[in-house]
T-cell receptor, first 112, second 117 residues
């Protein structure tokens, strides 16, 4: 059974810093991995989707990497801004059962 | 990009009543839709997989008689919470699978917040 773990659970950093969020998964038979942002009381905003054959994806100040063999992904946020404050969720779509399993998220707070 | 809508976005009901939540794929056909539940400060948990024209597949621990799922068309799946109780208060999110050519992606709806008094 796929398990997705995100570290840290919460993170507070001053504005302008670069930061890395970590995601690990137990079953490497994945179709893709996706990073989402969720603001309090809101739905999901898709940030980056990495197919199993890809190593990384970039969008603006965000860069996500995938190491399928080791079961790890990182989300790198450059030059953080207060508007980046949110919960970031990592989600893995399994190849065996086609289900998307979410991690518990990292609550990010950027200090102005 | 593909759009998935949910209705209503927010609902408050009395304990014992039933509530229906709709999930629609607006610009594509979805043979498979998924329903998730998110309790406060928790992550999303898959409840069930809904396949058009067939019975839904429920995850372990999810009561199929309490959470009725109907996927009557290629663009609509409904989740009915029967005899809702305060512990059913949660954020319910659906996703729809779009398989087109070499692309196979799931798109998420905006969610429905259910509060049972």
């Amino acid at each position: 059974k796929q398990e997705v773990t995100q570290i840290p659970a919460a993170l507070s950093v001053p504005e302008g810093e670069n930061l890395v969020l970590n995601c690990s998964f137990t079953d490497s038979a994945i179709y893709n991995l996706q990073w989402f942002r969720q603001d309090p009381g809101k739905g999901l905003t898709s940030l980056l989707l990495i197919q199993s054959s890809q190593r990384e994806q970039t969008s603006g100040r965000l860069n996500a990497s995938l190491d399928k063999s080791s079961g790890r992904s990182t989300l790198y946020i450059a030059a953080s801004q207060p508007g980046d404050s949110a919960t970031y969720l990592c989600a893995v779509r399994g190849r065996r059962d086609d289900k998307i399993i979410f991690g518990k998220g990292t609550r990010l707070h950027i200090l102005p | 990009g593909a759009v998935v809508s949910q209705h209503p976005s927010r609902v408050i009901c009395k304990s014992g009543t039933s509530v229906k939540i709709e999930c629609r794929s607006l610009d594509f056909q979805a043979t498979t839709m998924f329903w998730y539940r998110q309790f406060p400060k928790q992550s999303l948990m898959l409840m069930a997989t809904s396949n058009e024209g067939s019975k839904a597949t429920y995850e372990q621990g999810v009561e199929k008689d309490k959470f009725l799922i109907n996927h009557a068309s290629l663009t609509l799946s409904t989740l009915t919470v029967t005899s809702a109780h305060p512990e059913d208060s949660s954020f319910y999110i659906c996703s729809a699978r779009r398989a087109q050519g070499s692309t196979d992606t799931q798109y998420f709806g905006p969610g429905t917040r259910l509060t049972v008094l």
